[in-house]
């Protein structure tokens, strides 16, 4: 479409331009004023100019517009999935046969008002699922169900001094990759989640808490340190999530 565009605004000043230069044609005495057809000329090469910029402005402004659809479809298929597995899980915690061989956890937010922590949604997986399996599962909830999709990835689970501590890596979306912090679409950490003091203290609260699991009676991490991009956290809001928080 801005192709097409582009074609007829050239099309328009070409014609423009004729019609220009046959005004300046006098023809009576067939004399032509050659400094205003210059003059003219350079004129409408500016407006040439000024109009190509213009539609190479429009052809981005697309692109974006494209990329911001894709970005709202996948938060509304979030959005259907969160409702369906919720009211699945609700009838399953019901299922003595379901709870004989999975387990539930909650997923955690924060109360607005003294940001204490309250069960936003609960998860499922299988009892005898591996450690860092579960911990996977509930970095990839996390960021399906809270942080807009963007990546919470467990690196690995260390030992220090016989404490179990997982390395979550917490990165920014695939889409944004390459792109100026200007030109970033959707939510981001470093945009929105590290932003404000309650921001800062909610993002806290749900990665912290929903990791540790601090209620849970079974085997489980004794700590967890989080990483942004593979690096120490820096963030002046969420500066609680620069060290490694114990259970």
């Not at 399996?133 to 996390?142: M, N, P, Q, T, V």
Request: charged residues 30%; proline residues 1%; aromatic residues 12%.
């Amino acid at each position: 479409m801005s192709r097409r565009i582009g074609v007829l605004l050239l099309l328009l000043i070409l014609i423009s331009l004729f019609f220009n230069i046959v005004s300046f044609v006098n023809i009576s005495n067939i004399s032509i004023d050659k400094e205003e057809i210059e003059l003219r000329y350079n004129n409408l090469l500016s407006e040439v100019q000024s109009l190509k910029k213009e539609i190479n402005r429009l052809t981005e402004d697309n692109e974006a517009l494209r990329r911001n659809i894709y970005y709202v479809q996948q938060l509304a298929n979030i959005n259907s999935s969160l409702i369906r597995e919720q009211i699945k899980l609700v009838d399953l915690r019901k299922d003595w046969r379901f709870l004989r061989d999975n387990e539930v956890f909650p997923i955690y937010d924060a109360n607005v008002d003294n940001y204490n922590k309250e069960v936003m949604l609960y998860i499922s997986f299988p009892k005898d699922l591996e450690l860092n399996e579960k911990l996977r599962k509930i970095g990839d909830k996390l960021s399906q169900y809270c942080f807009s999709g963007l990546p919470i990835e467990l690196e690995y689970i260390k030992d220090i001094e016989g404490k179990k501590i997982a390395v979550v890596n917490l990165k920014e979306s695939d889409i944004n990759e390459g792109l100026n912090i200007k030109d970033r679409i959707g939510y981001t950490w470093s945009g929105n989640y590290f932003q404000g003091s309650t921001g800062g203290a909610l993002t806290y609260v749900k990665l912290v808490e929903t990791f540790l699991q601090r209620d849970y009676k079974g085997e489980w991490i004794d700590g967890v340190e989080f990483l942004y991009e593979g690096s120490r956290i820096d963030f002046e809001h969420v500066e609680g999530l620069s060290e490694i928080i114990y259970r």
